[in-house]
């Protein structure tokens, strides 16, 4: 089971003083990064969505982008070919396209996903300091000797992480299919390495009963969602559901009507008997959220107290530093393309490969199962 004493990791990054000054009353991560774009004016907006469309024509490219980055990024990229998704079928999209050059928003390891599926196309990313807290809480050395003390368990990584530690791993998986793949590796007798969001990693323990050993990791906007404010908010909307990202804590994880990932938080919203939702993830899922469902109400969930200067500051920092000026830039020179050294790629690629034939058998009605090896750890 769960090492009880689990050590969690913290994450630094940039905050302006007076959000220091005042932690305990605003929330962590608002304008926790100095380099977010400079909202453009109409005009300029407009002037930068067409150049970006000429260039992607010019250039042979598609955008991929994450469900939780500008909505300017999410419709020009679906307006273009592209794809809104979460981080692997963004890869996915892109290595199965016919484009040379995939422009990807997002985070950092979003774009090295991408690399490593696509390892001949060219990857930009319209910033390549943007990251992650699960990544950079999660580095190889600390990572590798982990490993090493549990030799005897199977490794499995979720997708927020380098390509360094997904070559270290032996299964990948992302929210959408974590749960089935831990649940088929116990029912075959594994013991589990987990890393790095120790939420995620619990939520999957208490659903499959699994011996997990966690990495002490979490995602800095996940882990702000308050339980007692998130009741607070159902009190105040009786009839609403609550669509909560297994990435956040267990006692708001224990409030929801549905858990899941991204795509299953949109499903649960289409299909669902309810006109009010209240959502515990990233807030850049407001857009799609609100556009396939015009006649619905969304509301964020809650990250702070009553003394806060905002109720909701769910947004990733990082997410938030892709823009468009940014998106023109590395198509018009090239810049901030991703690199991945090859042969850590081909590492790298042996677990994602593997997660993509368990889903692939998963969605084709299969037996998963039989595609998981007697392995040990990596």
């Known amino acids: 089971m769960m090492d009880q004493g689990l050590a969690v990791k913290e994450v630094d990054y940039e905050q302006p003083q007076n959000d220091v000054q005042h932690s305990g009353s605003v929330c962590a991560t608002k304008h926790a990064w100095a380099r977010v774009p400079v909202e453009p004016s109409v005009p300029q907006r407009a002037a930068l969505k067409d150049k970006i469309r000429r260039l992607l024509k010019e250039k042979n490219a598609v955008m991929v982008s994450h469900y939780y980055v500008h909505p300017d990024l999410q419709d020009l990229a679906e307006e273009n070919g592209g794809l809104v998704s979460d981080s692997l079928e963004m890869a996915r999209f892109g290595r199965d396209h016919a484009a040379t050059t995939l422009v990807v928003s997002g985070v950092r390891f979003m774009g090295e996903t991408a690399k490593i599926l696509s390892p001949e196309k060219r990857v930009l990313m319209p910033d390549l300091d943007a990251n992650c807290s699960l990544d950079l809480g999660c580095p190889l ?21 380098s390509a360094a530690v997904k070559a270290r791993s032996d299964w990948l998986v992302t929210s959408s299919c974590a749960l089935d793949v831990v649940q088929a590796l116990k029912d075959k007798g594994h013991k589990i390495l987990w890393a ?14 699994a011996d997990m050993v966690m990495w002490g990791g979490s ?21 609403a559901k609550v669509l ?25 919203a289409r299909e ?4 009010t939702f209240i959502v515990a993830t990233d807030n850049g899922m407001m857009h799609k959220l ?13 990250t702070a107290g009553n003394s806060a200067t905002c109720k909701s500051c769910a947004h990733c920092p990082w997410m938030a530093m892709n823009g468009l000026q940014d998106v023109v830039r590395v198509l018009e020179t090239g810049a901030n393309e991703v690199q991945v050294d090859a042969s850590l790629g081909l590492r790298a690629r042996l677990p994602i490969d ?21 392995i040990g750890a990596a």
């Open 354 to 374: 593997r997660m993509l034939a368990f889903t692939a058998a998963l969605k084709s009605g299969h037996d998963a199962g039989s595609l998981v090896p007697n």
């Open 290 to 302: 609100r556009t396939q469902n015009p006649g619905k109400l969304f509301l964020e969930a809650p």
């Open 272 to 275: 669902m008997d309810a006109r």
């Open 196 to 209: 790095p969001d120790r939420h995620l990693g619990g939520y999957i323990q208490r659903e499959t009963g």
């Open 244 to 268: 909560v990202h297994p990435e956040s804590p267990e006692h708001v994880v224990a409030l929801a009507d549905a858990v899941g990932s991204t795509s299953a938080i949109l499903k649960a």
């Open 219 to 239: 995602c800095i906007v996940h882990d702000e969602f308050k339980a007692v404010e998130l009741e607070g908010l159902i009190a105040e909307y009786p009839g």
């Open 141 to 161: 050395d600390e990572f590798s000797a982990f490993c090493d003390a549990h030799p005897d368990r199977t490794v499995v990584v979720y997708a927020n992480t």
